[in-house]
T-cell receptor
Framework: GAGVSQTPSNKVTEKGKYVELRCDPI?????LYWYRQSLGQGPEFLIY????????DSGLPNDRFFAVRPEGSVSTLKIQRTERGDSAVYLC???????????FGPGTRLTVL | GNSVTQMEGPVTLSEEAFLTINCTYT??????LFWYVQYPGEGLQLLLK?????DKGSNKGFEATYRKETTSFHLEKGSVQVSDSAVYFC?????????????FGTGTQLKVEL
């Protein structure tokens, strides 16, 4: 079946602009996670959704970052007033009920000029 | 907090050589442990996992044993192939608000040459 999909695959923006990154999880997966991977590093946790609600947003670096999942499926990560330090690959993962295995999407590479 | 430490790369091996990538962790509870692999140009894929002490995860000839006494989860393969060239990430999961937040190591790049 279809895996986790993320759009766009690449996003180039200018400092100060607003961006939205989209994640479409595997059908039936109730848990959805966002991670950020900087060059040469492992992914770092940003936020976790169970259904529509953000159950853990402790990894969001500051209040410029926000994420929603209004219908419990697709999620959007929103970054306001982007900074050059936000440049990274943003990864989304989903997980089926009663499993701790996460399935990752291909990521969105964000470049802030 | 939780953390994962894995050996730095790149690791360069000849085909059919034995592979070990070391991974140690720090955790307050009893996490599940994972190895994820990222092939060039592709997304992260689960390679193997172990959920409790002394469990052995295995897949595609790779193995790792959950060692609670040494807080380790070293990845091994008896005979590597060129197609195994990739970046390997060790990770642990921590239960949070009902979910399983992953903490990753920095990754180890493996290059296998003919």
């Amino acid at each position: 079946g279809a895996g986790v999909s993320q759009t766009p695959s690449n996003k180039v923006t200018e400092k100060g602009k607003y961006v939205e990154l989209r994640c479409d999880p595997i059908s039936g997966h109730t848990a959805l996670y966002w991670y950020r991977q900087s060059l040469g590093q492992g992914p770092e946790f940003l936020i976790y959704f169970q259904g529509t609600g953000a159950a853990d947003d402790s990894g969001l670096p500051n209040d410029r970052f926000f994420a929603v999942r209004p219908e419990g499926s697709v999620s959007t990560l929103k970054i306001q007033r982007t900074e050059r330090g936000d440049s990274a690959v943003y990864l989304c993962a989903s997980s089926p009920p009663t499993s701790d295995t996460q399935y990752f999407g291909p990521g969105t590479r964000l470049t802030v000029l | 907090g939780n953390s994962v430490t894995q050996m730095e790369g790149p690791v360069t091996l000849s085909e059919e050589a034995f592979l070990t990538i070391n991974c140690t962790y720090t955790a307050t509870g009893y996490p599940s442990l994972f190895w994820y692999v990222q092939y060039p140009g592709e997304g992260l894929q689960l390679l193997l996992k172990a959920t409790k002490a002394d469990d052995k995860g295995s897949n595609k000839g790779f193995e790792a044993t959950y060692r609670k006494e040494t807080t380790s989860f070293h990845l091994e393969k008896g005979s590597v192939q060129v197609s195994d060239s990739a970046v390997y990430f060790c990770a642990l999961s921590e239960l949070t608000g009902g979910g399983n937040k992953l903490t990753f190591g920095t990754g180890t790049q493996l290059k296998v040459e003919l």
